[in-house]
């Protein structure tokens, strides 16, 4: 189902009389989460969090219910709202899991395997008819409501992707308003010079992600195929996977990053676990101040990891993070 903006204020309206009172923010204003001059924006886990719908157009009523006006949006939300094909995808959180405490049989992991085949040629075939038109028009819809698609995410990337996939990509990309698109950073070096190519016949940035894999110098060669791949750097992965400040990293390459995801873990010393923010060891505040009084322009993204506290829903604790930024900021 396709929502318009008034449904979709609507919706958030209804959210908001039974959210706790100060915690969610107008939602009949247009948004704004751009604090001393740090665009606070966010990415959401499309399988993480039920209780927010996955296709693109049901996301928006979220993000005007808490007040972000910027978002990552992932190409599985996008393209569901396209009418892409609806079975979970491999590379999403949730997509792929067996039922707790049974192992599949040889048989049940070879059916498995030849579905997600049949269902990757489809959503190939899928993309590659699919009409710019939607896509703009989602664009329309975000931009009427206030909200702007500065990034398109890119799950499950692999060499086997075609140039034409590629196209299709960057294309999207710029349909629904994105300077820049995310993705994993992958081990192949010959897919990050690719990636470099693309970007830079389609003037649209890539920034590589990290999780825990990584060291300071895991992006060096991708940065030096091209002036267009850069860095979408999570601050709380790093501090794991190093157990260092992301500080330093971020001074010297704030020319090269597209984009930050914000989240607060433990170092690995104290567990390396998902805290609510405040409760960890990143430092958090400190980065957003570096932002500000640096005037880096990239956006900072909320991603909610930590488990949600019992008795409160995850719109209330993305308004909680979204609190910390502004009052870090202020």
């Known amino acids: 189902m396709t929502l318009s903006r008034r449904d979709i204020l609507k919706g958030a309206f209804t959210a908001l009389a039974v959210a706790k009172p100060n915690v969610i923010a107008n939602p009949l204003a247009y948004p704004d989460s751009k604090y001393g001059g740090v665009q606070i924006g966010i990415i959401i886990s499309p399988y993480s969090f039920p209780d927010i719908p996955v296709p693109a157009d049901q996301t928006l009523k979220t993000l005007l219910q808490v007040g972000i006006n910027a978002i990552e949006m992932q190409d599985l939300r996008a393209e569901l709202y396209a009418g892409a094909p609806s079975e979970p995808r491999q590379g999403y959180s949730g997509s792929t899991r067996a039922a707790a405490g049974q192992t599949p049989s040889p048989q049940e992991v070879q059916q498995r395997q030849e579905a997600r085949q049949k269902a990757a ?12 038109s939607k896509y703009e028009a989602l664009r329309k819809l975000y931009n009427d409501a206030g909200v702007n698609m500065y990034a398109f995410r890119l799950a499950n990337i692999t060499p086997a992707i075609s140039d034409e996939e590629f196209d299709y990509f960057f294309r999207s990309a710029r349909a629904v308003g994105a300077n820049q698109i995310t993705v994993e950073l992958p081990e192949e070096t010959a897919l990050t010079k690719t990636f470099g190519e693309f970007a830079e016949k389609y003037q649209t940035r890539v920034g590589f992600h990290n999780h825990t894999h990584v060291n300071y110098h895991s ?7 091209s002036p267009f791949n850069g860095v979408n750097f999570d601050v709380g992965h790093y501090l794991v996977a190093t157990g260092e400040s992301p500080i330093p990293f971020i001074k010297e390459h704030h020319d090269r990053i597209t984009s930050l995801h914000l989240k607060d873990r433990q170092l690995p ?5 998902n805290m609510p923010w405040g409760q960890g060891d990143t430092p958090l505040k400190e980065i957003l101040q570096l932002m500000k009084a640096e005037g880096y322009t990239f956006p900072a993204a909320i991603e909610l990891e930590y488990r949600i506290p019992e008795g409160s829903t995850t719109p209330t604790e993305i308004a909680r993070c979204l609190k910390f930024c502004k009052d870090a900021l202020a």
């Open 121 to 132: 040629e489809e959503l190939k075939q899928w993309r590659l008819s699919v009409p710019m």
């Open 219 to 225: 992006w060096d060669t991708a940065l030096s195929q």
């Open 269 to 273: 010393s104290n567990g390396g676990r």
